[in-house]
């Protein structure tokens, strides 16, 4: 791991989709074993000149997710590479027994790319609006959940899955993400990423949640409250010691994530916390509802996944701390 | 001649084999076994290019078993083929077993892919002639598919990718016994015209009697002599074929059976053989 932290609170000037689309383009001429399978999404994730440039490599499964699953994992079985696409809510909750059985059971070997997570979904509405496609997953056994913040860490998860074996399912946002990370900067799979270091609470962040972390950071040291981050973008395994480690060191917990808060990145911290370091937490994310229609903005607002919110809420567990 | 004799006379050991496995425990999918037990043995006895010293050769024609129930009659097979010893069979479902109720391909040599999730095994068996396809291989890639299977929808999903993709080195069966778990397929689900469905949605589709070897052999070179569509051979079978306490039951799928009904249906198709 080695990585640096930029903290301007810019958008990026690449969309993620087209991150993505480089990224598998500089793959597959270094090896001609990487196949993109897609579920009629090919516009939407910027991959058309992709498929233009690499047919061999391109196979467009039509609107049939369950399918692509399974012929992802029959391809990996004579030796290919696949790397399958569709919106995250499709990927997950339409294909669960295919990633279950012909994936994960079978030790077969995909990565598959989740899109929209969350909020982001904005105006395709609450059907395509993935709260629970990290939940969904996570009960499966040896499988790899992946939410990359930015371009940078995403063309890194992208490159390094390549060379690994097993079922990754890497959430990605398709539009320009804040930059979080310097140009070539990498990460360990497995590993949380330090942010910000801090001594009175740390919050914990994955995905749009990191920058959202990284603004309530700045407010809640101007009243004077040492705050870290803590960015953990391998949602499974999750990485205990630097769990523990945080908490033994703060002594308080706030996650921040775009997600339902039963079966994501809180529900994966409170297991590690009641099991090796009890202390006060909060999860903020979607408190068990579905999403709606509306500009990424609002739908920050509308379930509480701004700066404002995560002070209010750090405030809160830290009065339970000194309790 | 002689080789078609002895596909026959495997399909009958296949049958024993099985029966001899299952009767340690007094129980399992027994139906489905038996019906799929002349296809087996004209797959592994005759028509595909296998090396049982040699499982993971890449060069091997590849075999899913999407009905995953099944396994006990495959297992069968590959152990009669030398894929593991043949004692091993009587640990079939028993803890710590390399022979699981369904296949596993990480727990038994031979098994290429993990089934047992009805309408799976379509799409990873496409995946791997797919990719067989992508890497220029000339492999054959078999199928079978159980017709209560065909219920589900992955199935027909598989259905229109095979033939959009040219995957002509695909060769799929389906075993229509006319039979599922909880009775006959025409009451529960009725599936129509299968061969015609699999014609329509662009496969090359025969049927044949599913029993007889030659005719099941005689199909899959039919197969082989076109370019261009993937292969579907309709097998019409009998659930419980060739074990006298399954064939003509009803709920035929999964059965319990005593040890005297077991060495019975075993001295019967000794007999036959003889």
């Keep these: 791991m080695n990585h640096a932290v930029v903290k301007e609170h810019k958008i990026e000037s690449i969309a993620m989709r087209d991150a993505f689309a480089e990224t598998m383009a500089d793959l597959v001429k270094e090896n001609p074993r990487i196949m993109y399978l897609e579920a009629d999404l090919m516009n939407s994730v910027g991959m058309v000149g992709f498929s233009e440039e690499f047919p061999d490599n391109t196979v467009n499964c039509g609107i049939q997710e369950a399918n692509m699953v399974g012929v992802a994992a029959g391809m990996s079985a004579v030796g290919l590479i696949p790397y399958t696409h569709t919106f995250g809510c499709f990927a997950t909750r339409r294909a669960l027994d295919q990633i279950f059985l012909s994936g994960a059971f079978a030790k077969t070997n995909i990565r598959m790319l989740g899109s929209d997570p969350g909020v982001t979904a904005a105006y395709n509405g609450a059907t395509h609006m993935p709260f629970e496609d990290v939940g969904l997953l996570r009960g499966i056994p040896g499988i790899t959940i992946i939410e990359p913040v930015d371009s940078v860490m995403l063309r890194d998860m992208i490159r390094q899955t390549a060379e690994m074996h097993g079922i990754f399912y890497i959430r990605l946002s398709r539009k320009n993400a804040v930059k979080v990370f310097a140009d070539g900067s990498v990460f360990e799979i497995g590993r949380a990423v330090k942010i910000k270091e801090g001594t009175d609470i740390t919050l914990i962040a994955s995905g749009i949640g990191v920058d959202e972390a990284m603004k309530a950071a700045e407010d809640l040291e101007k009243k004077n409250i040492s705050t870290a981050v803590l960015n953990i973008f391998t949602l499974k395994p999750i990485d205990k010691d630097a769990i523990k480690e945080a908490a033994e060191k703060t002594g308080a917990i706030v996650t921040v994530e775009n997600h339902n808060i039963h079966n994501g990145l809180g529900s994966a911290v409170a297991e590690v916390l009641a099991e090796c370091a009890p202390v006060p937490m909060y999860r903020i994310g979607i408190e068990d509802e579905f999403g709606e229609v509306g500009s990424v903005d609002y739908l920050k607002e509308r379930f509480g996944l701004t700066p404002a919110n995560i002070v209010k809420q750090a405030e809160a567990v830290l009065k339970r701390k000194l309790r | ?274």
């Design chain 2, 1 to 274: 001649m002689d080789q078609n004799k002895d596909v026959v006379k495997f399909a009958r050991e296949i049958r024993i084999q099985t029966l001899k496995a299952l009767g340690g425990l007094g129980f399992g999918h027994i139906g489905g076994a038996m019906s799929a037990a002349d296809v087996l043995a004209v797959l592994y006895g005759k028509a595909m290019n296998i090396d049982p010293q040699n499982p993971e050769w890449e060069g091997r024609d590849y075999f899913v078993m999407s009905k995953g129930h099944a396994g006990p009659a495959l297992y069968s097979a590959l152990a009669l083929l030398g894929y593991f010893p043949l004692e091993e069979l009587k640990t079939i479902n028993t803890n710590k077993t390399r022979l699981p109720s369904h296949c596993d391909r990480n727990s038994t040599p031979g098994i290429d892919m993990s089934t047992g999730a009805l309408g799976q095994g379509i799409s990873t068996a496409i995946g791997i002639a797919h990719g067989n396809k992508i890497l220029k291989k000339e492999n054959y890639t078999y199928l079978l598919l159980g017709d209560g299977e065909c219920d589900e929808g992955q199935v027909w999903e598989g259905a229109l990718y095979a033939p959009q993709h040219k995957l002509d080195h695909l060769i799929a069966f389906i075993d229509f016994n006319k039979q599922q778990l909880d009775g006959y397929t025409k009451d529960i689900l009725d599936l129509g015209d299968l061969r015609q469905k699999f014609a329509d949605f662009g496969w090359y589709a025969l049927e044949v009697d599913g029993h007889d070897a030659d005719a099941v052999y005689g199909a899959i070179e039919k197969v082989k002599g076109q370019t261009g569509k993937p292969g579907m051979i309709v097998l019409d079978t009998q659930k419980g074929k060739g074990c006298h306490f399954a064939e003509g039951v009803l709920y035929n799928h999964h059965m319990t059976f005593t040890k005297k009904q077991c060495e019975e249906a075993i001295a019967l198709l000794e007999k036959e053989g003889e």
